[in-house]
């Protein structure tokens, strides 16, 4: 499988994955190779990457908690003590193997260890070989609120192996589908449509390589965010609301990031067929679709004020308002939509029928 080319680094695929980085690690003499895995990827994926690379380059290891609740600033600071107490250096580099909590941190600490060292990101669930592989999108949250710190810097390299995916559930492979299917609403209605008609997620393998791309040629367009890039938020200005909301209340059963997107994606589509014109057959589809795959999450009027309570916070937000992304159709996004505030009841109605 080619290669994908972003701005400053390559995404790399499955076998020849593996054959880059040790070519890469050949070719520079860093002082010190780090890996950072959190509880669960040392247990199912590490031993994957030390067989296929076969005692190729020395390294030491550092763990961190597993889940979105340990993506904070107490984590970041655990690992840059780690790093510091194994003499790591300027010249070190720092390899992420994990999903999008481990690649999120990880490429922010080493941003920012020492004023940065370089950092690889081997991403190991399908949310994050689909969404944190392009981009070059650092941080943790703060507290409850989604990706409120970080810095946008790239990796040198990223490598998918689909091996990984055999470690996964089925729900967390359900949330990386989330983002995948959004690629096709924000930008090809037949990848869409592929995508729905799918029966289980068995042979996806080359879906994948369609939505990195996909992700790829719009942040190459846009790699700040200033205009087109902001078409992948899309179902995130609610749906990381709902999943901060879920997050931080224990009350309630924690949902992954695709799970809530999922949820964001059928509420914004109703804005989007209330503002923006998208056909009801459409919103109907996808609504029908979304429900095919994640099962419908029970909102209670107190959870809903207090869900849009934190749209305050979402990072699209300027000059006191909260920018919407949504569609005109299956495949063309409107950006920076303002949203009366009479819809969203409205919204989450639907979503409840």
Not at 32 to 52: G, I, Q, R, S
Not at 243 to 263: C, M, P, Q, R, W
Not at 329 to 343: A, Q
Request: aromatic share 10%; charged share 20%; proline share 3%.
């Amino acid at each position: 499988m080619e290669s994908i080319t972003t701005s400053s680094y390559a995404v790399h695929f499955n076998g020849n994955a593996f054959l880059q980085l040790k070519d890469y690690l050949g070719k520079h003499t860093y002082s010190k190779v780090f890996v950072l895995v959190d509880e669960n990827t040392k247990e199912h994926c590490l031993p994957v990457f030390e067989k296929t690379l076969a005692n190729a380059f020395p390294f030491d290891l550092i763990a961190i908690k597993a889940g979105e609740v340990h993506k904070n600033i107490e984590a970041c600071t655990h690992v840059w003590q780690a790093l510091s107490a194994l003499d790591a250096d300027r010249k070190s580099l720092l390899i992420n193997l994990g999903g999008g909590v481990v690649t999120d941190l990880g490429g922010f600490v080493a941003s920012t260890y020492k004023r940065g060292i370089d950092f690889i990101n081997i991403p190991t669930t399908l949310l994050s070989m689909v969404d944190a592989s392009v981009g070059g999108k650092t941080g943790v949250d703060l507290g409850s609120l989604k990706n409120q710190i970080g810095v946008i810097n790239q990796p040198k390299m990223v490598l998918v192996s689909t091996v990984f995916l055999e470690t996964l559930e089925d729900r967390q492979m359900r949330s990386g589908f989330a983002e995948m299917l959004k690629h096709g609403l924000i930008q090809d209605a037949s990848y869409w449509k592929a995508l729905k008609s799918l029966s289980n997620l068995d042979t996806i393998g080359g879906d994948i390589y369609t939505s990195v791309s996909i992700k790829n040629k719009v942040v190459l367009e846009d790699p700040t965010e200033q205009h087109l890039r902001k078409i992948l938020n899309f179902g995130h200005t609610l749906g990381h609301a709902v999943e901060s909301y879920f997050l931080e209340n224990d009350d309630k059963e924690t949902l992954l990031h695709g799970e809530a997107i999922a949820v964001g994606m059928v509420l914004e589509a109703y804005l989007s067929n209330k503002l923006t014109g998208l056909p009801t057959e459409d919103l109907e589809d996808i609504k029908t679709s979304f429900f095919k795959w994640y099962p419908k999450v029970d909102f209670t009027s107190s959870d809903i004020t207090a869900i849009l309570s934190m749209l305050k916070f979402d990072k699209k937000n300027s000059h006191g308002n909260i920018n919407f992304v949504l569609l005109e159709s299956i495949g063309n996004p409107v950006i920076d939509v303002k949203i009366p505030n009479d819809l969203y009841e409205g919204a989450f109605a639907y979503y409840k029928v």
